[in-house]
């Protein structure tokens, strides 16, 4: 028994001797600066977030100095921010200009330099109603819906070289209606000549609301005269991304005509993307009661360069929660441009229209059985 705890006490002792104990380090990734902006060249103010990374989230930057270059000019110097780090960049520029932002703060200086893209050419677009489309929404596989809209847009291309785009599509819309209401409710207790009598208070009245619609997926599962598969909502290849940014490329009209279908939806009331032609009234009073529909498209093909294609595919995947799970491509890797720090500072050229497709439009009074809406007094009693 004493040769074994011997024995025992020998074999930690070697095992002990071979320890090493290993000092686990990790990088310091924080107050590394970060900047990152979309800088449009017909905008009249564009916009720069300034960060710093921190432990669990980034830190606004609010003391930095930013100075624009076009041409290697200096036009514009910026060193005042709110207190979320956004810098207002108030200097234009064009197609093919050679654009670079500089960006010191605490000893720290990072930049940018570019061509700006040239503007898509010939741009035109359409929009028409498909009653007969329908939407298939590919994350709850029963739900579809009438009644879209199709857009059609025709562009040609910058270049017979390697070029690259982004279909821009937003709106606004919004329907006025009136809602009838019918409030009929105890209010007091009264007693006339002894008798007990409950006074109620009985009401109509209209309210007046407004409800804007919101923006929806594009719906880009079927596009026959499509330039680049990659504008399919999901490919069999990517695991089941869904294009959120609506980026492609030339590969299939290099140098000629480029001609996109896609289909959108617009929510009025009750899920109604078309509004109404007619519509029934009972009085002349509720003709000034009639709904009020308003809804305009902006539609547009904004050029950008090879490095943010790549950027906004990945954020694809990101938003498609496929981040991890790109069995075939393996992992994204999220690209910078920023040079000295991080971030993505990326200049675009794009032509965008304006399409008004409904303006304070109502729909055509047809009367019906009228109705007496004057037999309502706001008070009155009842014998309970």
């Known amino acids: 028994m004493k040769k074994c705890i011997l024995f025992f006490a020998a074999l930690v002792s070697v095992f002990m001797s071979c320890r090493e104990d290993i000092e686990l380090k990790m990088d310091d990734t924080t107050g590394v600066l970060c900047v990152n902006g979309f800088l449009y060249a017909d905008c009249d103010t564009n916009v720069l977030y300034i960060t710093e990374t921190g432990i669990s989230r980034p830190v606004p930057v ?12 200096l036009k514009e110097e910026v060193s005042t921010s709110d207190n979320s780090g ?19 703060s605490n000893s720290r200086h990072v930049w940018r330099e570019a061509t700006v893209p040239e503007c898509p050419k010939d741009f035109s677009v359409e929009i028409t109603p498909a009653p007969e489309k329908k939407y298939y929404d590919s994350y709850i596989e029963d739900y579809t819906t009438d009644n879209m809209y199709k857009i059609e847009v025709s562009f040609s291309d910058v270049s017979s070289g390697k070029n690259y785009y982004r279909l821009l599509v937003d709106k606004t819309s919004s329907v006025t209606s009136y809602d009838y209401h019918h409030d009929y409710y105890y209010a007091d207790t009264v007693y006339i000549d002894g008798v007990e009598y409950i006074s109620h208070k009985d009401t109509a009245y209209y309210e007046m609301k407004t409800h804007h619609g919101y923006n929806e997926r594009l719906y880009i599962g079927e596009a026959p005269s499509l330039a680049d598969e990659e504008m399919n909502a999901t490919s069999e290849f990517t695991d089941g ?13 290099a140098g000629g005509k480029c001609n996109l279908r896609v289909y959108d939806i617009v929510h009025f009331d009750y899920g109604n993307s078309f509004p109404p032609e007619t519509k029934k009234v009972n009085s002349e009073k509720d003709i000034e009661r009639l709904p009020v529909y308003s809804y305009t498209q902006y539609v547009g093909i ?4 090879e490095e943010t ?9 990101y938003e498609s929660g496929s981040f991890d799970y790109q069995e075939l491509t393996g992992a994204i890797k999220m690209r910078r441009n920023v040079e000295g720090g991080s971030g993505n500072i990326v200049f675009v050229s794009r032509d965008v229209k304006k399409i008004v497709l409904y303006d304070n439009y109502k729909p055509a009074p047809v009367f019906g059985e009228e109705e007496d809406d004057d037999d309502y007094s ?3 009693y009842y014998n309970y």
């Open 309 to 317: 294609y790549y950027f906004i595919k990945a954020l694809n995947g």
């Open 241 to 253: 991304i869904y294009n959120y940014y609506k980026v492609f490329n030339n590969s299939r009209f």
């Open 378 to 380: 706001d008070d009155y």
């Open 302 to 305: 904004e050029s950008i360069d």
């Open 86 to 104: 956004h810098y207002l960049l108030k200097e234009k520029f064009s197609p093919n200009d050679v654009v670079r932002i500089d960006v010191t």
């Open 62 to 73: 609010t003391n930095a100095e930013v100075k624009m270059y076009v041409n290697g000019v």
